[in-house]
């Protein structure tokens, strides 16, 4: 049984959802930052304070590795994990991976006055979450499903999550669900969820494909305003991709 795997942007909710994810789906939880806070019995901003960054990535990298070679956890993972390429390896390895995204506004709203993340200490804190986006919403991409949570509630999120992984624990997502055109139609889907199980059980993979480049093109027009944003920049990338398809398809 695969790992489903949260990762993503600080703020977006992957440990509170993925502990609810878990309770639902009677599956053990793991929250890696949690396990670095145990393992060292420091706190994680202590940990960049007085061993550095690269001391505490090396710890989740090793963290990661283990975990990732593990199976039916729900595991959710730092903001800056898959910046190294080979924790997205370890998580590959036996996990699918969701990304939670949520706009930079939302972000600084949730963690305001958070002081536990070390990387957003800052005397402008919006900009550095938009420039941390932006840095990494490459990698971001890299992963299987995403999920925006901006404006959803936990539940709605929870019940997005659910289906997702039923899916995948009833082998209903394609094995080959990494490669285009499948991680794009669940992108496509983020916001439709209640069409996953029809577009999925549908039997012909080009089907599919279209109905993905259709559902998303009837998103398009409220999302393409501007493109400043990590979320933005995602959208414009994902747009460029999708016409592409829709390009070859027709
Ligand atoms: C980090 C995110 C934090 C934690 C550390 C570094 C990052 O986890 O791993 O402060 O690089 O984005 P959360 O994403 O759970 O806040």
Not at 31 to 39: A, K
Request: positive net charge.
């Amino acid at each position: 049984m695969r790992n489903i795997v949260l990762c993503g942007f600080m703020g977006t909710g992957k440990t509170q959802l993925g502990k609810a994810l878990a309770q639902r789906l009677g599956l053990p939880f793991v929250d890696i930052d949690g396990e670095i806070e145990r393992t060292t019995g420091m706190k994680i901003a202590d940990i960049f304070e007085k061993m550095g960054e690269p001391f505490f990535r090396d710890l989740e990298e090793k963290l990661l590795r283990e975990y990732g070679s593990k199976s039916g956890q729900i595991i959710s993972v730092g903001g800056g994990a898959l910046q190294r390429e080979s924790n997205i390896t370890s998580l590959r390895q036996n996990g699918f991976l969701v990304c939670l995204f949520a706009k930079p506004q939302v972000i600084l709203r949730r963690l305001r006055d958070d002081d536990t993340r070390p990387l957003l200490k800052s005397e402008d804190k919006l900009e550095r979450i938009e420039s941390l986006l932006r840095l990494r919403f490459t990698n971001y991409l890299k992963a299987d499903a995403f999920l925006d949570t901006s404006y959803k509630t936990i539940a709605l999120c929870l019940d997005y999550l659910s289906s997702l992984t039923s899916l995948l624990y009833e082998g209903k997502i394609p094995l080959d669900f990494q490669k285009a055109p499948h991680r794009w139609a669940f992108c496509a889907l983020e916001q439709n969820h209640e069409k996953l199980f029809q577009f999925l059980s549908d039997p012909d993979v080009s089907v599919r494909f279209t109905s993905a480049v259709k559902l998303w093109k009837s998103r398009i027009p409220i999302e393409t305003k501007h493109f400043k944003t990590g979320r933005n920049i995602f959208l414009k990338w994902l747009l460029e991709e999708v016409e592409k398809i829709g390009d070859s398809s027709s």
